[in-house]
């Protein structure tokens, strides 16, 4: 047998009825519609802010960045995600709040 040839044929599958193994995302297995993972790390990213005590600190700097010289930046990145958005189905929520023009 050469190395890059398996033992499976190609006609052969994972056995019917069998869940993907998700305990090792990472090994590149699609998790399906609503990523655990990518929630479990954004959760765990929220607490960790929350609990830095930096809360009001970060949601100040965020204010003078959209006040300040990269606004139009952001803002052309905000309407660049909400034109990839509209090809998202309706199903899936969205933000609803624009980033308020500060001019």
């Known amino acids: 047998m050469k ?6 044929s190609k006609t052969e599958s ?5 869940a993907p193994d998700m305990s090792n995302p990472s090994a590149g297995e ?4 609503g990523s655990r993972t990518a929630d479990r790390r954004y959760r765990e990213g929220v607490r960790q802010t ?3 005590g930096r809360v009001a600190e970060l949601a100040e700097e ?4 959209l006040e300040g010289p990269e606004a ?3 803002r052309r990145a905000e309407a ?3 034109r990839r958005g509209a090809s998202v189905p309706k199903a899936v929520p969205r933000a609803s709040t624009p980033i308020p023009d500060r001019k």
């Open 14 to 18: 994972k056995p019917a009825g069998k």
């Open 72 to 74: 139009e930046e952001l």
């Open 50 to 52: 929350i609990e830095s």
């Open 80 to 82: 660049e995600a909400r």
């Open 62 to 65: 965020a204010k003078e960045a």
């Open 3 to 8: 190395p890059h040839e398996t033992n499976q």
């Open 30 to 33: 699609n998790e399906g519609e």
